[in-house]
């Protein structure tokens, strides 16, 4: 069903709904949607159902660019380019009594959020008890523009405002219960109102629905801040505030501030700084960290400029490092939040600030290890730290994370990887630059272990050339060489006329690197296919994996080595010994009897 839907859908139409695009050569020409740029460097070819921007690397499917420039789920992509198609999921969607009742329950449940939201916008804009608010609305520097913009609502300070509005209108208060708007008074009938006296900001999914409010005390009440309660519609640690609004400005800045409360989010927008989210009462989370790398390439945490802003710096720092995003901390000074500093300080030197922020893992090394004099603390830095990189993605970021924090700290290369217990190593002046990097090897435009696998899947004399060459040992990544394991048993049962390209590349089972393995076969072409030739692209490709893995081998052998571990550098340089063996036949000719990569 869904190669069915592939087939029958025009990826040009698609996209061409989101941007304008022109038709060049055989290809169509755009704009990129990712990143910011002022000449066409994103491409569409109808032919292959591929897109692939130059510029930024992005690349995929029809599938794909939905799903990352409308932010849909893959099921929501479906069931648009289903109907697009004209084909009928119904069969394939299980038991429809349930999904039927499903769907009816969440559009419900969304229906009286709508309807709660313009309920209490409306008593923010009209009603005279609403006054104070608008005073205060105006006092936090929010103009009445942007107030109606979001519409921001007030709940009064009584007991049954909302309560008596849903009974009037014929709404569901156990329904409402449920999503927290009211809460069943203990022991008796009835229902009194969750927010009152408070300033509502209602609180979007990714597509703009409201799924729930945080309410901000107009008096002295606590707590100051209220959140609406997990639902089938929220859940603060899959949510960010104004996420919704900001995605086109977020793509423009290729960045995004991230700070603690939905009022520094709204205040920061109102000086002109729009690529702004705000977290929701809660710790950043995976789910946080994912989503931000979707849709930045940088983070600037922005927290308070007290302990408790400095406590959730750090804590961000495990989901954010773990996922590999490139994050900073801009620590605001004591006594200041996003908010008062701004307005304080202004724009530009807002901005300028930002600019000096230090990298997330610096930040925690400075703070918590390289500054601190209490040897406990310490340890519990290294600690904190060591399992930040047993959590991390990929192999390579581990090693990435392990070279910067020895880098920067002097820390032992062999503590941060857990293998031993040890303090410090050496001055951080005397630590070695780091000869391999993770982002180097799996992030380029037109990576060679992508080309391997293109020539795999298109020539049949290349795929069987895998039974020959161990290629999958020299992969920069161990999870990527199972993944392209993975795919190619997948692929292998197919004729070739099943084996459309872009059906090849929605095979692909990760999302971090489908780009790369798209624009291989975007490139597809230039590097000929003919018998005479697809060995010298493999012989190329092979001998560039080969000296990386060499490269990296002999670094960290020579780490062994200094570290006083003389069987695992031993071990290592005979690995490299082979490897150069292995290399040297390939600048020779490759067809030397190689078994299994061993020389005969």
């Known amino acids: 069903m869904i190669d069915e839907i592939r087939d029958r859908v025009d990826i040009v139409r698609v996209i061409g709904e989101a941007i304008p695009l022109k038709k060049a050569g055989r290809n169509f020409v755009g704009l990129c ?11 569409v070819s109808q032919q292959k159902q591929l897109y692939y921007c130059f510029g930024c690397g992005e690349g995929g499917t029809v599938f794909t660019f939905l799903m990352k420039y409308h932010r849909y789920s893959f099921p929501e992509v479906l069931e648009r380019l289903a109907q697009m198609a004209g084909i009928d999921l119904t069969p394939y969607q299980g ?9 009816e329950e969440r559009n419900r449940l969304e229906a009286l959020m709508a309807y709660t939201r313009d309920a209490y916008h409306k008593a923010l804009i009209h009603s005279k008890v609403g006054e104070h608010a608008r005073e205060y609305v105006k006092a936090r520097g929010i103009s009445w523009e942007t107030a109606q913009r979001l519409k921001l609502g007030f709940a009064p300070d009584r007991w049954s405002t909302l309560t008596q509005a849903l009974l009037r209108d014929g709404k569901s208060l156990e329904d409402a219960e449920r999503l927290g708007l009211v809460v069943q008074k203990k022991g008796r009938n009835g229902h009194f109102d969750q927010f009152r006296n408070r300033l509502l900001f209602p609180i979007e999914d990714p597509h703009g629905k409201v799924v729930g409010f945080g309410g901000r005390v107009l008096g002295d009440d606590e707590p100051k801040y209220l959140n609406s309660p997990q639902s089938l519609l929220f859940d603060k640690s899959k949510l960010l505030y104004g996420l919704d609004r900001v995605t086109a400005h977020a793509r423009e800045e290729k960045s995004l501030f991230v700070v603690e409360g939905y009022m520094d989010q709204v205040v920061l927008g109102e000086s002109g700084i729009h690529n702004v989210v705000a977290t929701l009462g809660t710790a950043l989370t995976d789910q946080h960290a994912r989503l931000l790398k979707r849709y930045a390439e940088n983070v600037v945490i922005v927290f308070d400029g007290d302990s408790a802003g400095l406590r959730a710096s750090r804590r961000s720092m495990k989901p954010l490092l773990a996922h590999g995003v490139a994050a900073k901390v801009m ?18 030197k807002f901005l300028s600030q930002a600019e ?21 603390e310490k340890a519990e830095a290294i600690e904190e730290l060591v399992d930040v990189i047993r959590s991390s993605e ?11 924090a020895s ?3 002097g820390l032992d290369k062999a503590v941060l990887r857990g293998e031993q217990k040890l303090p410090l190593k050496r001055p951080a002046s005397l630590a070695p630059k780091p000869a391999f990097r993770a982002s180097n090897a799996t992030r380029r435009s037109r990576e060679e272990w992508a080309t391997i696998l293109r020539l795999a899947a298109r020539v049949e004399e290349a795929r069987r050339r895998l039974d020959v060459d161990p290629v999958f040992d020299w992969f920069p990544d161990e999870k990527l060489a199972d993944f392209a394991k993975n795919w190619l048993d997948q692929i292998q049962g197919l004729s070739d006329t099943d084996q459309s ?5 929605d095979a692909w089972g990760d999302e971090n690197t489908r780009q790369l393995l798209a624009g291989a076969f975007f490139h597809e072409g230039e590097d000929s296919f003919e018998e005479d030739h697809w060995e010298k692209v493999w012989k190329d490709c092979v001998k560039k994996l080969l000296n990386r893995k060499i490269s990296y081998l002999s670094k960290v052998a020579t780490e062994a080595d200094r570290n006083g571990h003389v069987e695992k550098a031993e071990e290592l340089s005979q690995e490299v010994f082979e490897l150069k063996k292995i290399a040297q036949h390939y600048e020779k000719g490759w067809d030397v009897g190689m078994d299994k990569g061993r020389l005969g």
């Open 33 to 43: 949607p990712f990143h910011g740029e002022k000449t066409p460097s994103f491409s």
């Open 501 to 505: 390209i872009s059906g090849l590349v």
């Open 331 to 348: 620590l605001l000074p004591e006594g200041e939040d996003p908010d008062s500093f701004v307005r304080k300080v202004g724009r530009e």
């Open 394 to 404: 990929t192999l390579f970021l581990k090693e990435a994370l392990v070279e910067e």
């Open 407 to 409: 880098r920067i700290a």
């Open 95 to 103: 038991n429809q009594e349930d999904i039927s009742k499903r769907k």
């Open 356 to 376: 000096e922020a230090l990298p997330m893992l610096e930040f925690f090394l400075d703070r918590f290890y390289k500054e601190e004099r209490n040897l406990g």
